[in-house]
């Protein structure tokens, strides 16, 4: 029991460890920060990705009584500039949504007793727009994505355990993974594209290729764990593979 309790506990936390990683180092990883303005601290949160039809608000936490904003953005080398609003503590904006695929250039310009400060500071954000993804869609991803890979690397420990069900584990793992490459991020894809009731896009705009390659990759590492073949090399390989195609993944 003992050694069943610490391989869970260890594959919790090496899938914890590498999601957050992921995260937080994914290219759509939002910009996030405090700026020091006087003697208040204001913190912001800039999106890369936006999923809907309205309008995506940037929000300003501000504790700074005269503090005034602008939102700067452009679409097609046509630079808009758009007033903040003062609304309960914050300075809000918001960026016009026309259509998904779109990708809008912004950042925001503070103004506070003759002096500019620009956020993000030399540079400036792209929001990639995309159609309204339910969340009981993007549940169905995340228990999928996480679920194989927690499963994934128990598979890969359960070489450190004498009465070994290795086999039950894979051949799991290898199930959720091909429900989550053939149904899940499909529907998701769809959903994204802003193709649902409207039109079919291409399949492979539907399907993920590192999906592809996890599936195929746990096929031949449980025919050969099911073989007796190999065992403990199938199961760590499969593993590895899969963390490391997983870091190659996009998140949005």
Do not use: C, M
């Given at each position: 029991m003992k050694v069943q309790l610490?391989?869970?506990?260890?594959?919790?936390l090496i899938t914890f460890l590498t999601g957050y990683i992921k995260t937080v180092t994914d290219s759509v990883y939002p910009v996030t920060g405090t700026y020091d303005i006087g003697s208040k601290t204001i913190t912001y949160k800039l999106d890369k990705?936006?999923?809907g039809k309205d309008s995506y608000t940037i929000t300003v936490a501000n504790e700074?009584?005269?503090?005034?904003?602008k939102l700067v953005w452009r679409k097609s080398n046509s630079t808009n500039v758009t007033?903040?609003?003062k609304k309960q503590g914050h300075l809000v904006g918001e960026l016009p949504v026309d259509s998904i695929g779109e990708k809008i250039h912004y950042n925001i310009m503070l103004f506070y007793k003759g002096?500019?400060?620009?956020?993000?500071?030399?540079?400036?954000?792209?929001?990639?727009t995309y159609g309204k993804i339910p969340s009981t869609v993007n549940i169905l991803r995340f228990m999928f994505l996480y679920c194989g890979l927690l499963l994934g690397i128990r598979t890969a420990l359960e070489i450190?355990?004498?009465?070994?069900k290795i086999k039950r584990f894979a051949f799991v793992t290898t199930c959720l993974f091909i429900f989550l490459t053939i149904l899940v991020s499909p529907l998701r894809n769809s959903y994204k594209l802003g193709a649902i009731n409207k039109s079919i896009p291409p399949v492979l705009a539907l399907?993920?290729?590192q999906y592809i390659l996890i599936v195929i990759i746990w096929l031949a590492g449980t025919v050969l764990i099911f073989n007796n073949k190999a065992v403990r090399y199938a199961a760590i390989f499969s593993a590895a593979a899969t963390i490391v195609i997983y870091?190659?993944?996009?998140?949005?």
């Open positions: 610490t391989l869970w506990f260890l594959s919790i990705v936006y999923y700074l009584d005269g503090l005034e904003g007033a903040l609003e002096k500019t400060f620009q956020i993000p500071e030399h540079s400036e954000i792209i929001l990639t450190f355990n004498r009465k070994s399907i993920e290729i870091y190659t993944l996009t998140l949005s």
